[in-house]
């Protein structure tokens, strides 16, 4: 009978160690993803494009249909409020 608890114990531990390294390794793809899309907007960044409006367009195009019309318009309304329009 115990034969079965440590064979359970060593397949537990086994899976678990299958899943650090495969998040190990998905970190490390992140990692490189990260580093080429920094080289991306260091490339537009020398041909004079605003790398800081770039990544506001990036995080639009990401939202749903209408739903950055809504934002702009709450946005205007409070900016409005504010007297800054």
């Given at each position: 009978?115990?034969?079965i608890g440590d064979n359970s114990g060593s397949i537990a531990a086994q899976e678990l160690r299958l899943f650090v390294e495969r998040?190990?390794?998905l970190?490390?793809?992140k990692k490189g993803l990260a580093d080429d899309i920094k080289?991306?907007?260091?490339?537009?960044?020398?041909?004079g494009y605003d790398t800081k409006i770039v990544r506001k367009?990036?995080?639009?195009r990401k939202k749903k249909k209408g739903e950055h019309e809504e934002e702009a318009m709450i946005l205007e309304t409070?900016?409005?409020?504010l007297g800054m329009i």
């Open positions: 009978m115990a034969d998040v190990e390794r970190e490390e793809e080289e991306v907007m260091s490339e537009m960044k020398s041909r367009l990036i995080a639009i409070y900016m409005a409020a």
